[in-house]
């Protein structure tokens, strides 16, 4: 019991403050540290690279805590450009996004048959992984977390968005992420697909402990 439970503790803080290097200094200061760096990137490394104005540099991080609030976001791009005080301007939006992505900071996840298209509606997007979740939202949602998670496990895989299940790996593989009581009611008779269960230590059949896929990163 003691083992299980120091297992998934671990598992825990390590969604909170274990994606960067600087986890290895001391946790108390990991929020600062994390924040810092993240403002560094927007403030100093998009406007380097990209076409931003110096007086737009907020705008990304309101974008960023919006989206954060979400659970997780599908985007509404027009209750999207009202927020930001964007008007109409679709193309800004759009490249604002396009600018977090790159920066590693947003995962966005568009329609197949788009491609990368930048202009394209996203299918959803999450910030890029969970510890930017707890630095940017007060009480992050907990079915986030999982997904934000797990998808930023297989960043090397290719992921799409299914009509039934939370991801589709590689145009085969489905998964359903969720709790320790998710069951396969969703998936059912669904070929190649699986159950990523939170809080619990040991899966069964096609139901996987979320946290093994940590071993990925």
Same mark, same amino acid.
């Given at each position: 019991?003691?083992?299980k439970?120091?297992l998934?503790?671990e598992?825990k803080e ?11 200094e001391k ?7 994390l ?8 403030e100093?490394d ?5 076409p931003?104005?110096y007086?737009?540099? @907020?705008?990304? /991080? %309101?974008?960023?805590? !919006?989206i954060?609030?979400?659970?997780? $976001?599908?985007?509404?791009? &027009?209750?999207l ?7 109409e301007d679709?193309?800004?939006?759009y ?33 890029h ?5 707890y ?5 992050p949602?907990?079915?986030?977390i ?11 895989e290719k992921? @799409?968005?299914? /009509? %039934?299940?939370d991801? !589709?790996v590689?145009e085969?593989?489905? $998964?359903?992420?969720?709790? &320790? ?13 699986f ?12 139901k996987?402990?979320?946290w093994l896929f940590?071993f990925?990163?």
């Amino acid at each position: 019991m003691t083992e299980k439970v120091d297992l998934l503790t671990e598992f825990k803080e390590y969604l909170q403050y274990g994606y960067y290097p600087f986890y290895f200094e001391k946790k108390a200061h990991y929020p600062l540290k994390l924040s810092e760096t993240i403002n560094t990137v927007i403030e100093v490394d998009i406007p380097s690279i990209f076409p931003i104005e110096y007086q737009n540099i @907020s705008n990304l /991080k %309101k974008l960023i805590t !919006l989206i954060c609030k979400s659970n997780p $976001f599908t985007p509404n791009i &027009k209750e999207l450009l009202g927020k930001m005080s964007l008007g109409e301007d679709y193309r800004t939006l759009y490249r604002y996004l396009h600018y977090l992505d790159r920066a590693k900071i947003l995962k966005i996840i568009r329609p197949e048959s788009k491609g990368d298209n930048i202009f394209t509606k996203p299918e959803k997007i999450y910030l890029h992984n969970p510890n930017l979740h707890y630095a940017y939202c007060n009480e992050p949602h907990i079915g986030t977390i999982r997904e934000v998670f797990f998808r930023s496990m297989l960043f090397g895989e290719k992921l @799409s968005l299914p /009509k %039934k299940g939370d991801f !589709l790996v590689n145009e085969k593989y489905l $998964f359903e992420v969720g709790g &320790k009581n998710k069951s396969f009611k969703q998936i059912k008779d669904i070929p190649h697909s699986f159950v990523v269960a939170d809080d619990i230590e040991i899966g069964s059949g096609n139901k996987i402990p979320l946290w093994l896929f940590g071993f990925l990163y």
